[in-house]
């Protein structure tokens, strides 16, 4: 039978030689492992899972409009350094962490550095308010795949001949050759009045309330929560043939599109805008900016969802190959986007006769306007908007169940005592709670409430919480004595190495503790310094109390980073039963917490002895 030395303190103990005594510990092992987190069934399923959270939609509409914006090329250029320098090794620590110590992102800096736990409440206050507005997307977008079959063998936003049609609506067949730019610049086009006028009935502000519930769309958000809630309601390590799906599926029908788009009029000059750099950009700070910007948002920087899938994976899983695919994946489909859209953009400035830069627009007006009004110019339009949608919805949903997941597993982790056993039940509350909450989204002036929620629960928060987070780890987190201790050793490095037996080399070090601290430094200044009242598309600029409103959602999350500090230390203080002075106290408060990644280990060993003794 298997046997190993052990020493007299060890905590697990080894198992008897002799059957019969064995036999009377089985059921104990078995309790003890009743409480497991779960594993991901295959070493490719968590590969799979961080391609899904990546692939967001922020790889379609935003992605090819920054490049626009900051000098196409150059801006590709500035990407990749970000992504190499920042993106990376912040995703890299967020997923090794996760791994090696069992949990989400709540507790994930609470084992590393205990007055700092506020940092991953705050992440949950992110990830929640995200849910909230993210899930609203997938409905836009299921009302589009629906409207796809209703007028077959045409599209519902072709004429202006509709309840939902202004005056101002003009078609482009309706015009001659010597009017088309110049109505076109002054006039709204069918697909815009669809946009409008038909899926949001978009109200005049939010000084008039928010109007009228939208049901088609209350409907729509309905099926996108019941599907988010049917993949993960076991646990996401256990919907590994789904993950593979949503991984790959998207990547198939981009390039089933990318090759009817390269067929396009006028594709190759849009494509020459997209690539042909700028160079006087790469010196302008803004560039810079938008480009760690979109690094955070696409590889889901301090949200908890890498912490998450990080925590199912085995205890010695080589997990900076995973780090490496996915970045360089997720970054290759924000290519691959950027070259359809633009593929497509050019097709419209030919067809518009006017230049690409009056065409090319961000956000959801990109998806939800500017593509249904190209594709209606294309033979079989139907079919190709039908691929278009479903390949959205594909991407919304990988992205969204995987945010759901890092709240759930991130809360469940936090009291796993109570809410473990009842994680079914749970899960279930927390999808109708934010499907309840998105309501409101669904109304007239729902699209006012999604541009502000965007803006404030998605930018400097997020920035602010990456920063504290980054400075617990490579700063507060086990630093060794002395001076070349303090700047160069990191206890981030001592777990990669525990876990895959190799030490991680200079490099992600000096990333950990320097260049990623400097460059959340940087924008937060630039935000701060940068910092507008928001407003919708068109120039509406919101009343005081939607500001207000904003603004207080942005602190409702930072508020709890210094509010546990003060409730940590003053447990601390008031603490009778912890020995020491106020300041050893306070010491402790930095000290590493690794309970939670003992626990684990001591678990993983008791399953494989388990197994063992099962076999034999």
């Keep these: 039978f298997y046997k190993r030395e ?46 899904s959270a990546t692939a967001c939609l922020g790889n379609v509409w935003r992605f090819p409009y920054l490049c626009f914006r900051n000098g196409g090329g150059a801006f590709i250029i500035v990407y990749l350094i970000a992504m190499v320098l920042f993106g990376i090794p912040l995703f890299f620590q967020e997923i090794a962490l996760g791994q090696y110590l069992g949990s989400g992102g709540m507790t994930l800096i609470g084992h590393l550095c205990p007055i700092f736990k506020g940092v991953g409440i705050a992440s949950m206050t992110l990830v929640f308010f995200l849910n909230i507005y993210y899930c609203v997307t997938i409905a836009w977008t299921f009302r589009y795949l629906i409207a796809t079959f209703t007028e077959l063998p045409w599209l519902p936003w072709v004429t202006c001949d509709n309840w939902w049609n202004t005056g101002n609506c003009y078609q482009i067949s309706d015009l001659t050759d010597d009017d088309t730019t110049l109505l076109w610049r002054n006039s ?29 769309l209350v409907f729509c958000l309905l099926l996108s929560w019941v599907i988010v809630y049917g993949i993960i309601y076991k646990g996401l390590y256990s919907c590994g043939k789904i993950l593979w799906f949503t991984a790959v599926f998207p990547i198939a029908i981009m390039a089933v599109l990318l090759v009817r788009a390269l067929t396009l009029e006028g594709a190759f000059s849009g494509l020459a805008y997209f690539f042909y750099p700028d160079w006087s950009k790469v010196f302008m700070a803004s560039t810079w900016r938008d480009a760690f910007l979109q690094v955070v948002f696409n590889f889901k920087i301090g949200l908890g969802c890498l912490p998450a899938l990080g925590s199912y994976s085995k205890f010695g899983h080589n997990t900076l190959k995973d780090v490496f695919v996915t970045c360089i994946l997720s970054t290759f489909m924000s290519l691959l986007m950027g070259v359809l859209v633009f593929s497509f953009v050019g097709f419209l400035a030919v067809v518009l006769e006017s230049d690409i830069t009056d065409v090319i627009t961000s956000g959801p007006t990109l998806v939800f306007v500017t593509f249904p009004d190209l594709v209606v110019r294309i033979p079989g339009a139907p079919l190709w908007a039908f691929l278009f949608f479903l390949m959205l919805i594909v991407i919304g949903v990988s992205c969204q169940f995987c945010a759901v997941e890092g709240l759930v597993t991130g809360i469940v982790d936090n009291w796993p005592c109570p809410l473990t056993r009842h994680r079914k039940k749970f899960t279930l509350g927390i999808c109708i709670l934010l499907f ?66 190799r030490q991680p080399n200079m490099f992600w070090i000096i990333c950990w503790k320097f260049v990623i601290p400097l460059i959340l430094l940087f924008l937060f200044i630039f935000e701060v310094a940068s910092y507008h009242p928001v407003t919708y598309y068109g120039g ?61 280990q001591e678990g993983l060993e008791l399953n494989e002895r388990l197994q063992v003794y099962q076999i034999n």
């Design 6 to 51: 052990m020493s007299s303190t060890d905590p697990i103990g080894q198992l008897p030689i002799n059957p019969e005594e064995a036999v009377s510990n089985v059921n104990e092992i078995e309790e003890n492992l009743s409480d497991d987190r779960g594993k991901w069934g295959h070493n490719l399923d968590v590969l799979f899972a961080c391609i």
């Design 188 to 216: 709204t086009s069918p697909s815009q009045e669809y946009w409008d006028h038909r899926i949001l009935q978009t109200s005049s502000g939010l000084e008039h309330g928010l109007g009228k519930i939208q049901y088609e």
């Design 436 to 501: 309840l909450l998105g309501v409101p989204i669904c109304s007239e002036g729902g699209i006012y409430l999604f541009i502000l929620m965007d803006n404030y629960c998605a930018g400097m928060s997020l920035i602010v919480v990456c920063l504290f987070q980054s400075v617990a780890i490579g700063w507060v987190c086990g630093n060794q004595a002395g001076f070349t201790g303090v700047m160069l050793g990191s206890k981030l490095k001592d777990c990669v190495t525990e876990m895959t037996g």
């Design 540 to 600: 509406y600029e919101y009343p005081s109390w939607a500001e207000g409103l904003g603004l207080l959602m942005m602190y409702c999350s930072l508020f709890w980073v210094p509010a546990y500090a003060v409730y940590y230390l003053f447990r601390l203080v008031m603490c009778p039963e912890q020995p020491g002075t106020i300041l050893q106290k306070l010491r402790s408060g930095l000290d590493l917490n690794m309970e939670g990644n003992m626990g684990r």
